[in-house]
């Protein structure tokens, strides 16, 4: 098994990445983005999604005949977060989209398993237990997709996402630390904040942001706007092709976030939206991630693992008619099958960031 090596495979896809945004790339960002890679194997895998889409089939070959469905792509332990549905109510589940396309629904359910696997210390779950608490969670979820509305239900999960005064402060801190740009951004950026604002005639302020990890390098830009008694903000990001279209050859360059994002098992977001190449959302304390170094211990227990399943299950149920190629599909897979594909993943990531890291 032999793919070019990591260095150069990433300047392919920087290159491709800057054909894709026509030059409009944010040069210190891809900086930061290289130093995450170096940090650990799990920030490494957050950050190199694009790397995953073009060797996975290779690493797992038996997993590329498996039923396909509009899947995440980019899916890990931090692509889960909270946010108010369009009735106010606390939503948790999968809350970013950006490589979501048409693939083998299998492939989420081991980037899932593995982030897990390369985000563990010596004395947490086993890779058996990781997956099994993950596939008992998507299989409850194929038997009945309902998305998690937690202002009732799910209170263990309400009590984790809860947001503190400290934590709130930090939210705002953080926000009022962001460096006023040279320039301002670009007409589209400027229009879709402008648009995505509560009321059309709210004075705006922006703001470039650094976030994330595998879109560092993509323009991202953050609108304020004070609006009946507070402050409120909106954060505009590139979209470009998932990279499993372009690891995979397919002639789609079809954006599908916001069609994932709105199916019909989910409580969505009514603040996300897509338009043209920007995918715009709103920033608040109640709208964010979960993040491995704030609750390690409570991400990677059994109950949390099963509840990433059951969104996952949730999310892929979404936007079409796969269910029962999916549960077939799934029934018929050999036992342990997820075990073995998270261990040949996991230990072929760890060799590539070891790679990186010597390079």
């Known amino acids: 098994?032999?793919?070019?090596?990591?260095?150069?495979?990433?300047?392919?896809?920087?290159?491709?990445?800057?054909?894709?945004?026509?030059?409009?790339?944010?040069?210190?960002?891809?900086?930061?983005?290289?130093?995450?890679?170096?940090?650990?194997?799990?920030?490494?895998?957050?950050?190199t999604y694009w790397r995953w889409a073009e060797t996975i089939p290779t690493i797992c070959p038996d997993l590329c005949?498996?039923?396909?469905?509009?899947?995440?792509?980019?899916?890990?332990?931090?692509?889960?977060?909270?946010?108010?549905?369009?009735?106010?109510?606390?939503?948790?589940?999968?809350?970013?989209?950006?490589?979501?396309?048409?693939?083998?629904?299998?492939?989420?359910l081991v980037r899932l398993a593995t982030s897990a696997a390369l985000a563990r210390k010596r004395r947490d779950l086993a890779v058996e237990e990781i997956s099994a608490a993950i596939l008992d969670g998507y299989a409850a979820g194929l038997e009945e997709p309902n998305p998690f509305a937690i202002d009732e239900e799910h209170a263990w999960l309400r009590a984790l996402v809860v947001v503190s005064e400290e934590e709130r402060s930090r939210f705002w801190e953080k926000l009022d630390k962001?460096?006023?740009?040279?320039?301002?951004?670009?007409?589209?950026?400027?229009?879709?904040?402008?648009?995505?604002m509560p009321e059309p005639e709210i004075a705006i302020v922006f703001h470039p942001r650094t976030a994330g990890a595998g879109s560092l390098g993509r323009p991202r830009w953050v609108g304020f706007g004070e609006w009946r008694g507070g402050r409120v903000v909106r954060e505009a990001k590139a979209l470009v092709p998932s990279a499993w279209v372009r690891a995979t050859g397919r002639d789609s360059a079809r954006l599908r976030c916001k069609e994932i994002a709105f199916g019909v098992y989910r409580a969505p977001?009514?603040?996300?939206?897509?338009?043209?190449?920007?995918?715009?959302?709103?920033?608040?304390?109640?709208?964010?991630?979960?993040?491995?170094?704030?609750?390690?211990?409570?991400?990677?227990?059994?109950?949390?693992?099963?509840?990433?399943?059951?969104?996952?299950?949730?999310?892929?149920?979404?936007?079409?008619?796969?269910?029962?190629?999916?549960?077939?599909?799934?029934?018929?897979?050999?036992?342990?099958?997820?075990?073995?594909?998270?261990?040949?993943?996991?230990?072929?990531?760890?060799a590539e960031y070891d790679a990186w890291c010597e390079g």
Do not use: C
Not at 6 to 24: K, M, P, S
Not at 71 to 87: Q, S
Not at 287 to 316: C, F, Q, W
């Open 65 to 108: 005949d498996a039923a396909e469905v509009l899947a995440v792509g980019d899916i890990h332990l931090e692509n889960f977060g909270v946010w108010r549905d369009v009735d106010g109510r606390l939503v948790w589940g999968v809350n970013e989209f950006d490589e979501a396309t048409e693939m083998p629904y299998v492939l989420d």
């Open 269 to 350: 977001d009514p603040w996300y939206d897509v338009i043209g190449t920007i995918v715009v959302r709103r920033l608040s304390p109640n709208s964010r991630k979960l993040e491995v170094k704030d609750m390690h211990d409570e991400i990677l227990r059994p109950r949390m693992l099963r509840a990433m399943g059951y969104d996952l299950a949730n999310t892929h149920l979404g936007t079409g008619t796969r269910k029962a190629a999916v549960a077939a599909d799934l029934a018929g897979r050999p036992r342990g099958w997820l075990g073995k594909a998270t261990e040949a993943a996991a230990d072929f990531v760890r």
């Open 1 to 47: 098994m032999a793919f070019k090596d990591i260095r150069q495979a990433n300047a392919e896809y920087e290159t491709w990445l800057r054909a894709e945004l026509d030059g409009d790339i944010v040069e210190a960002d891809l900086a930061r983005k290289h130093d995450k890679m170096s940090e650990a194997p799990f920030p490494f895998l957050r950050a």
């Open 178 to 196: 962001l460096k006023a740009p040279k320039e301002p951004p670009p007409e589209p950026y400027r229009d879709v904040l402008k648009a995505a």
